[in-house]
């Protein structure tokens, strides 16, 4: 009977004990810095890093000053305030969700590019949107003479980067080395069409001038007129020097 028992326990033990996998994936660990993108002023952004809501702050030009720690789920979530949370009504959040991004298992240190959505532009504060976009910010991989595509729009676009090809979705490129485009008066070329009833539409057509050593985001975002089809971009830009030698 005993024996029995024990057999009954260690069976359930089993059943209930959560997965190594389960145990990992809520484990998910990552050091990033943001950059937003879009007509909006991010004020007022959090995102939950595990234990607390944390505001973000943002710089203009460059990826945020701070460093920002998250610990997991492998999926990161942005949040505004909800402006009808008070004391009085407890059954309200006092956070709403804006955004989320997955974190890619192979990733631990981030920028995020935090996409606005156009309708900010006109809705309430509480009620804008957001995409978000974790890309790999690791200097071993990502390092210096080098530039990524981040495509922020919902359309598949063709197009080359120097004499290179590619077909992007939504998401980000592979990295390219423009080492032998630096310095020139022309610049790296880079094109890109969508494909239409008509055959392709050209969206973006620009020699853009990539200085020595840097790693360059190149953020392409949906036209600012919805009756047009020309893409807008946007460059962040992080400039990576050569140790002196001792």
């Known amino acids: 009977m005993a024996r029995y028992i024990t057999t009954i326990i260690i069976a359930l033990l089993a059943f209930t004990s959560p997965s190594s996998d389960a145990t990992e994936s809520a484990n ?59 004391l009085e009504r407890p059954n309200e959040p006092q956070y709403i969700q804006a955004g989320a991004a997955n974190i890619p298992a192979d990733i631990s240190t981030s920028v995020i590019i935090i996409a606005a959505e156009q309708e900010n532009r006109t809705v309430p504060s509480s009620e804008r949107r957001y995409q978000a976009f974790v890309m790999n910010d690791n200097r071993d991989t990502f390092g210096v003479n080098t530039v990524a595509i981040l495509n922020t729009t919902s359309v598949q676009l063709y197009g080359k980067v120097g004499e290179e090809t590619l077909s992007l979705a939504k998401g980000e490129s592979q990295q390219f080395d423009y080492t032998r485009y630096s310095g020139k008066d022309r610049g790296i070329p880079v094109s890109f069409a969508f494909e239409t009833q008509n055959g392709p539409r050209l969206v973006l057509s620009n020699d853009i001038r990539l200085a020595k050593n840097r790693r360059v985001i190149l953020i392409l975002q949906p036209p600012r007129n919805r009756n047009s089809t020309r893409i807008e971009t946007r460059m962040l830009s992080e400039a990576i020097y050569p140790k002196e030698s001792e």
């Open 28 to 86: 998910t660990s990552l050091n990033f810095r943001i950059f937003g993108v879009g007509s909006d002023d991010f004020n007022g952004l959090f995102f939950f890093n595990g234990q607390t809501y944390q505001e973000l702050t943002f710089n203009r030009t460059s990826r945020s000053t701070e460093t920002y720690h998250y610990r997991g789920e492998p999926k990161i979530r942005l949040y505004l305030k909800n402006p009808n949370f008070t």
